[in-house]
């Protein structure tokens, strides 16, 4: 099949509105133009991504310039400031067809740009990869090596389903509309030194697994601390008037307890309230959003029967452990910071759970390697040990409906080679998780994982070693065979993300604001009515 685009060229039909595009139902499966043996070298493409200068920076640098260099294919790529300003002004560009060839994106993001009849399955493509050759012949008789044929199994499937959940055939069967690209979960950061002193372990204090162990050792930890609120504390358990007194007495620092209260101090700080909301409800058995095959429309699946139950019983458990002051979400302290990591490098909590893109934000103050004070990397709690699910975040890759043959073709290779071959040096670079096995075992990657230095051969700065503590975790860990750990995904929809910040600010509600939770949840699924079956 054509594609939609070549067959109205063809038949003279230049003026077609976008509704009568839409209705003539998606045609983006096309194999017409997919020519596997195209010569691509020379051939120019756009990429826009939402990273920061940061990455951006190491992407366009590094990454996409060894692309470059290798394939002979020149990859322009422009930040939009942000994932939101990505996808508005993707949507934006829709009519006028200048959005980039490939883009990043998230789920929700892709339904829009499906929705809008610009963005192409990958499915023929990988097919037609085998017969991309494997060499070509340069003007001077040099060899040209292409890249290696895709091997779709090499990814890991909780990353592929996100991707194969956004549209389907007349028989059920979900296309791919895009590759995984930089991946992130969540963890549980703890303060290492504490859990590891002498002192706190003789009151019985040890690191949970489960929710119901955050609510037994959060009670623990808060009997033990509170009598030294307002002092230093030092790793003999006895309280200084500074950090400078306790090592002139000859003990460490444990906890820098001199701005802590009642008020401001949680054993567990948990970042992201709608991520809390999302996993535990999978954790404690409930729904939380579902996607119609046939019209892609979107539905939450907590509003009634055994999901409304469970839901209601899980939101009730975490607001029992916000009043018994174990939990806190970043508002529930008394500062604005938009994380609860802050607060925990200020000793007012010494347990979050948090991205592990963050990983970079838990040194500082006085909560440094030099004082002794070290972070540790766990998993985050679970309900019970067949349902220990944890998010799986970050983009995808996509192409979107633009270009000649070739630019198709060179754009697929910078796809293929962005999720594969050079994965792993995006993840060493960046922090985030390699999305295939072969770039998690990559030496680039490896040598990430086992570094004791930075390139310029000065020791791992205490961020750097926390973002290496957490990739080893995903790796020995969440990612190995027998864990137990499934990296979830939601399908995504129009509409999904506008449901994602209701139901954070719902459980943010009953735990910060300890509103009624029947009533708070009742009033948000209201809300959500167009989202309801």
């Known amino acids: 099949m054509k594609s939609k685009k070549l067959n109205m060229l063809a038949g003279g039909l230049l003026l077609v ?3 009568a595009l839409a209705s003539c139902g998606p045609s983006k499966g096309y194999t017409g133009d997919v020519d596997p043996t195209i010569d691509t070298r020379g051939v120019e493409i756009e990429f826009w991504s939402g990273f920061g200068s940061a990455i951006s920076n190491q992407l366009s640098d590094l990454v996409l310039k060894g692309f470059s260099d ?12 942000g994932y939101d300003g990505l996808q508005k002004a993707i949507n934006l560009s829709a009519s006028s067809v200048t959005y980039p060839n490939i ?12 929705d809008s009849d610009i963005q192409l399955r990958l ?7 085998a017969s991309i050759p494997e060499s070509r012949t340069n003007e001077d008789g040099t060899v040209f090596q292409e890249a290696a044929k895709i091997d779709m199994s090499d990814f890991y499937e909780s990353y592929m389903t996100e991707n194969r959940t956004l549209e389907y055939d007349d028989d059920g069967n979900p296309y791919t509309l895009g590759l995984p690209f930089n991946k992130s979960t969540e963890v549980l950061v703890y303060n290492k030194t504490f859990f590891e002193n002498d002192w706190v372990k003789a009151a019985g204090i040890t690191l949970p697994e489960t929710w119901e162990e955050v609510e037994t050792q959060g009670k623990k930890i808060i009997d033990l601390v509170t009598p030294h609120f307002g002092k230093v504390l030092g790793a003999d358990g006895k309280d200084y008037d500074s950090l400078a007194k306790a090592k002139q007495a000859g003990t460490t620092l444990l906890m820098d307890l001199s701005t802590a209260t ?3 101090f949680f054993p567990l700080g948990y970042d992201s309230s709608a991520n809390l909301f999302i996993t535990g409800l999978r954790q404690w058995g409930a729904t939380y959003t579902t996607i119609d095959q046939v019209t892609r429309h979107g539905y939450i ?4 029967g055994d999901s409304y139950t469970i839901a209601t019983e899980f939101l009730t458990y975490m607001q029992k452990l916000a009043n018994e002051h174990v939990l806190a979400l970043p508002t529930s302290f008394e500062g604005t910071a938009l994380y609860c990591s802050s607060y925990f490098t200020n000793f007012q909590s010494v347990m979050n759970v948090g991205s592990t893109a963050g990983l970079s934000h838990y040194s500082a103050g006085s909560f440094t390697s030099a004082n002794g004070i070290y972070a540790g990397v766990s998993h ?19 192409m979107l409906d633009k270009g000649s043959e070739a630019e198709r073709e060179a754009s697929w290779k910078a796809v293929k080679y962005l999720a594969t071959e050079g994965n792993g040096l995006f993840a060493s670079l960046t922090g985030y998780y390699p999305v295939c096995r072969s770039a998690a075992n990559s030496e680039v990657y490896q040598t990430f994982l086992t570094a004791t230095t930075d390139k310029d051969g000065n020791p791992l700065s205490d961020n750097d070693l926390n973002m290496q503590k957490a990739a080893k975790y995903n790796t020995e860990s969440y990612d190995a065979d027998g864990s137990g750990w499934v990296k979830y995904t939601d399908p995504g929809f129009n509409g999904s993300s506008s449901i994602r910040e209701d139901v954070g600010n719902l459980i943010s509600e009953i735990i910060v604001s300890k509103t009624a939770v029947k009533d708070t949840l009742d009033k948000y699924i209201a809300g959500l009515e167009d989202y309801r079956k």
Do not use: E, R
């Open 17 to 19: 509105s976008a509704t």
């Open 70 to 81: 290798k394939y002979q294919i020149n990859v322009k790529h422009t930040s939009k400031g």
């Open 103 to 114: 883009a990043v994106g998230y789920p929700d993001h892709f339904a829009s740009y499906i």
């Open 123 to 129: 499915d023929s493509f990988i097919q037609s990869d």
């Open 262 to 264: 009642a008020n401001n």
């Open 301 to 304: 699946g907590f509003d009634s």
């Open 380 to 398: 985050i709690p679970y309900k019970s040990a067949d349902k220990k699910y944890v998010i799986s975040q970050g983009t995808n890759l996509c």
